[in-house]
């Protein structure tokens, strides 16, 4: 990783948590309004689901198909969310499935840098000074790398940072009644907090959804499923689930696991704008459970 890359994902880091110390304190005079939040609100949806449904469900795990136009909507919004360029996302989040929780995992909690609080540090925020956008992408994003829209939409990942600002900017501007000021409060709240909130969401998968929780399916890394991360991380929090299930849309299995990112798939599907959604029989899951494994005969020697 180069010196620039280095400080360019610090600066992502710690510029949104600067901002949302400067929000607090201006909070303490003025109380944020409705409009605030509201496009608030709407920006952390875009943007997660931009991730969530785009960058790792269909990009990375091709849990879907879906034509050009809408395969790129979801991969500004991605790139929206201030994670990196589509192809280096998706080529580390492969390289984290290929080597799950062992050697060459860029954000394992359990190797590479130590282990309890120290790991788990690591996987968190650490590895985007260390690991981060080191996948070959040649090697781990080659789909991507063929497909000239994506390779566009990456190479033009600052431009949709500035749109990431830009909207809410524009926004708060206009439903503030063409005020600078309520544009630059609704760029703060809905632009760089918001950053600040999903960053850390989607980076609790990477830790969190690594170290505590439960687990159901017999598989060799160390996952885990972490139900009061499901409603901010947009169902991905199931993460052990995912693991057993890397192509799956569905990353909660359960009725009660909720997954706002499967409903926007299926709600897709039901408008004809994607098909070919991978689903996981309750056979095929039964079958990887960990009590049935248990359960098998052991071999008779002899
Ligand atoms: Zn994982
Ligand atoms: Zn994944």
Redesign the pocket.
Known sequence: MSTIQRYANLGAVVVPFLALLLAIVLLWNRAVGAIELSIMAFMYCLTGLGITVGYHRMLTHKAFQASKPIEYFWAIAGSMAVQGPAIAWVADHRK??AH?DEEGDPHSPHVGQGSGLKGLWFAHVGWLTKTQGEAAFRKYAPDLCDDKGMRWISRNFLGFVGLSLFIPFALGFVLHGFSLTGALWTLLWAGFVRIFFLHHATWS??SV??FFGQRRFDIE?R?TNVAWLAIPTFGESW?HN??AFPRSAEQGLKRWEIDISAAVIDTMERLKLVHTVVRISPERQQEKLLAARKAEPAPVAG
């Open positions: 984290h499935h799950t998968i990477n959804c690594h890394d996952s993460h995912h693991h």
